[in-house]
Structures are given as C-alpha cells and as structure tokens.
C-alpha cells in the first residue's frame, strides 16, 4: 500500500482559491493513478478528480469541470488539487486516493482505490 498525507485545507471566501497537496510514500508513486474525492457533512463520497500515473490523462466530475485542476510531480511523489471560484457547496473533506495504473481509465469508483489519505478540511464561507 501507498501511504497518503493531505495538506493545505482551510477556510476561503466563496469565489476564492484553494490549492491542497497529498504526499505519497511507500511504493513507486509512477504505478498509481492518483484521485480526489471529497465528502460533505451527511453526505455520500463524491469522486473529484483524477490522473493517470503519467499525469497525461484526467478526469473531473461535472461539479468541478473548468475550476478545479489536478497535477502530478513524479519527482515529488505528490499530487495536487487546484481549485478556483470556490463555491459554498464545495465545503467538505477532501481525501486523495491511489489507485494501480493497471485499471481501466478512467476508474472513479471509490472501490477501485485502494489507498487513502487521512483527509483535510475545506471550508468555503458565502
């Protein structure tokens, strides 16, 4: 398993930015897809983003198409999330995920990761 530390959650204005980063450590950070998921209070998880173990493919879900952004650097064995124009309705606990380069692409099932962070908080005030 791949360990997974998120960082860089916090309070923001809506209409703001955000960016969190997740550190990975344990196995060969290039052999993983790496993705996003976020879960609001009494609410299910929700798949955010991902991409593939080159960083050449990615995904988003419709909510956050066109103001959130997912990067790799296999060098840092980090993956990070950018996320602009911040709405109310993105407050929740963002978790990053790993996930073997050998699924189908894209895999955004929560089921077809197999290691995850601890979480960090993003808070987005009206």
């Known amino acids: 398993q791949v360990q997974l530390v998120e960082s860089g959650g916090g309070l923001v204005q809506a209409g703001g930015s955000l960016g969190l980063s997740c550190a990975a450590s344990g196995r060969t950070f290039s052999n993983y897809n790496m993705g996003w998921f976020r879960q609001a209070p009494g609410k299910e998880l929700e798949f955010v983003a991902v991409?593939?173990?080159?960083?050449?493919?990615?995904d988003y879900a419709n909510s956050v198409k066109g103001r959130f952004t997912i990067s790799r650097d296999n060098a840092e064995n980090t993956v990070y999330l950018q996320m602009n124009s911040l709405k109310v309705e993105d407050t929740a606990v963002y978790y990053c995920?790993?996930?073997?380069?050998?699924?189908?692409?894209?895999?955004?099932?929560?089921?077809?990761?197999?290691?995850w962070g601890q979480g960090t908080q993003v808070t987005v005030s009206s």
């Open positions: 991409i593939s173990w080159s960083g050449g493919s990615t």
């Open positions: 995920a790993a996930q073997r380069s050998y699924k189908n692409w894209p895999s955004i099932g929560a089921a077809d990761f197999g290691s």
